[in-house]
């Protein structure tokens, strides 16, 4: 009989700032579901790590007077460490800014989506939530504000 295999990931977490119970419930979640795929005899690969790459990032390292790349590997080590302190079994800890392991399956990636033609190149215009990392629009807003974050969207027009 054919081993089957399970493949689990937990989010890529920013790491513009410390960690919290957040990152720990939804890790302890994904390994709670690896462990018990493991026992049912499934060929388990079990992933998480960091996204480092966004505005988010390099505020808060700007903020904390530090340089991006001493800022995101700060945070990237105590995620690592949290989850050994937490027997977290994950297969692999990735991250964005890795140009040798992540970079080459993202550019791949990209050029299989390029070819396919489902890239292309426009402007967008939009409110902007640095706390979500994405555009909103005007019905998200309270009083002209984030209703999560509490502060005023950036109207932001980039080429993409």
């Known amino acids: ?8 990931t937990t989010p890529l977490y920013y790491v513009n700032a410390k960690l919290h119970l957040g ?4 890790t302890i979640l994904a390994d709670v579901i690896a462990r018990y795929q493991r026992q049912q005899g499934k060929d388990v690969f079990f992933l998480t790590g960091t996204d480092e790459h966004g505005a988010t990032n390099v505020r808060a390292a700007e903020a904390a007077g530090i ?3 001493t800022f995101v590997d700060q ?5 690592q ?3 050994k302190r937490l027997s977290i079994s994950n297969d692999d800890f990735i991250r964005t800014s890795d140009q040798k392991r992540h970079w080459p399956g993202a550019q791949t990636m990209w050029k299989k ?3 396919a033609g489902k890239i292309y ?3 967008y215009s939009g409110l902007y939530c640095v706390g979500h990392e994405a555009f909103i629009t005007e019905k998200d807003l309270v009083d002209g504000k984030c209703k999560d974050h509490g502060k005023a969207p950036e109207v932001i027009e980039e080429k993409n």
């Open 1 to 8: 009989m054919e081993k089957r295999t399970f493949y689990i």
């Open 121 to 123: 190149q426009g402007v």
């Open 113 to 115: 989506l390029q070819e």
């Open 23 to 26: 990152h720990a419930y939804t």
């Open 67 to 69: 340089p991006i790349e």
């Open 81 to 83: 460490d949290l989850f």
């Open 75 to 79: 945070n990237a080590q105590a995620a």
